[in-house]
């Protein structure tokens, strides 16, 4: 583990692990303590960086939409629709029930 303030203990690391019902050794939670100190520790070094005159994104390449633009046309007549069904109530389609 690199020299920096331990952020989460061993203690913590072992709680969330039996929340998610995973068993780990002492020496596994040891590793996972270390892990996850280095990494809120990089964290840490990240929110020392100035981002006042950085613009919000949400992708870190242009990203543009590539779908047609949603043009309203009319449907199809649901006479017609209706029409093809074996078995109808009025505007409904009549189906055989699946479940008891």
Do not use: C, W
Request: hydrophobic share 40%; glycine share 4%; net charge negative.
């Amino acid at each position: 583990m690199a020299d920096h303030k331990q952020k989460i203990t061993a203690d913590e690391v072992g709680y969330v692990a039996k929340l998610a019902r995973l068993a780990l050794s002492d020496n596994e939670a040891k590793g996972f303590t270390d892990i996850l100190n280095d990494i809120l520790a990089y964290m840490d070094k990240l929110s020392e960086i100035d981002t006042a005159d950085i613009e919000p994104m949400t992708h870190a390449i242009p990203n543009t939409n590539v779908m047609r633009d949603d043009i309203v046309v009319p449907s199809e007549d649901p006479a017609g629709i209706i029409g093809n069904a074996p078995d109808t109530k009025g505007t409904l389609l009549r189906v055989p029930k699946v479940i008891e």
